[in-house]
């Protein structure tokens, strides 16, 4: 899947996100994740990433919950305006880390 790059899995799994990511491809997002997962923090670069949906908002919750029952924290990066004020609209600012 082109949209999502594992960049590091150690210390924190750091991956590159780019293109859009919506309900056609969320499960592969989720799966590639979850593949490179093997505990701690988490680190999204968004600097690519150009569009996402409902469905991804979800799968980025999905995420968090295994992340934070693996001891860490999610954290996005370089998020567009436009794409970190629909993650504020639904609070997800509030669980998750967005800079």
């Known amino acids: ?5 594992i960049i590091e899995e150690q210390p924190c799994l750091r991956v590159a996100l780019s293109g859009d990511i919506g309900s056609e491809n ?3 997002f989720y ?3 979850m593949n490179a997962y093997h505990g701690g923090d988490v680190v999204f ?4 990433l150009e569009f996402i949906d ?3 908002l979800g799968t980025f ?3 968090l919950k295994q992340v934070k029952t693996g001891g860490g924290a999610l954290r996005l990066t370089a ?3 436009r794409l ?6 639904c609070a997800l600012d509030k669980i998750m880390e967005i800079a």
């Open 1 to 5: 899947m082109q949209e999502v790059q």
């Open 26 to 28: 969320a499960d592969e």
């Open 31 to 33: 799966a590639a994740v």
């Open 45 to 48: 670069e968004c600097a690519g």
């Open 54 to 56: 409902s469905t991804t």
């Open 61 to 63: 919750v999905k995420i």
């Open 79 to 81: 998020l567009s305006a």
């Open 84 to 89: 970190k004020k629909l993650f504020v609209i």
